[in-house]
């Protein structure tokens, strides 16, 4: 399989138009962004395929948040990173070979969207932004579908973030609304015909603004 986006290049710095956050024009380290979902396609799609399922992670994350985001601090790059899932779709009828940008997500939801569009028959994971605004009472929620790039400001390492495709051999995985990354995993399990990747970068740390640019 092959997987391509027009939205940006493999390896190279994804537009803030795709990203949660991205720097402020009055010189905040960060404000809401466009959150618009990716252009992807993929073909070479094996003999047999009857859905295919969707992950975006980013393994980038600070594994303690004790410098996150913190004025006058740097997240240091030699510590442990862990991931955290941005995207997740599962039971894309086969026929499916592209998502246009801007068509599984348009602009920050409050709270999380709840119904996320995305090719008919489709079901939406929850994405780590549900874990991650628990605590903040104003955007508390389940977020679920897409959710872009909103890595700490103060972060010495700028973020990948992976787009992989999956090719199953099954119409429907049987999983929930709401399923998280470990429940796709083990679905998907013994049912994976071929699968396919490419990763973009960001950042929002103004040393780091242009990672991947070139």
């Known amino acids: ?32 962004a ?12 094996p003999e047999g395929t009857r859905s295919f399922a969707l992950w975006c992670v980013d393994p980038d994350v600070p594994s303690r948040g004790d410098d996150v985001n913190q ?4 997240v240091p790059a030699e510590l442990p990173r862990i991931d955290f899932t941005h995207w997740l779709i599962a039971d894309m009828p086969a026929a499916t070979r592209e998502l246009a940008a801007g068509a599984c997500s348009d602009g920050v939801t409050a709270r999380g969207k709840t119904s996320p569009p995305g090719p008919a028959g489709s079901v939406h994971g929850r994405n780590d932004y549900t874990g991650w605004f628990a605590g903040d009472e104003a955007m508390a929620g389940t977020y679920l579908g897409y959710d872009g790039p909103c890595p700490p400001f103060n972060d010495s390492l700028p ?20 399923f998280d990354a470990g429940a796709l995993q083990r679905a998907m399990q013994g049912h994976v015909l071929g699968e396919a990747a490419i990763f973009g970068q960001y950042s929002l740390n103004p040393a780091l603004s242009r990672a991947g640019d070139g």
């Open 34 to 45: 466009a959150n618009r979902s990716p252009h992807l396609a993929w073909d070479e799609v």
């Open 71 to 74: 004025a006058g601090r740097t």
């Open 159 to 178: 973020h990948r973030y992976f787009f992989r495709i999956y090719a199953l051999d099954v119409e429907r995985l049987g999983l929930e609304e709401g």
């Open 1 to 32: 399989m092959k997987l391509r986006s027009d939205s940006f290049r493999q390896g190279k710095r994804i537009p803030a138009e795709f990203a949660f956050g991205r720097p402020g024009d009055a010189g905040e380290p960060c404000v809401l």
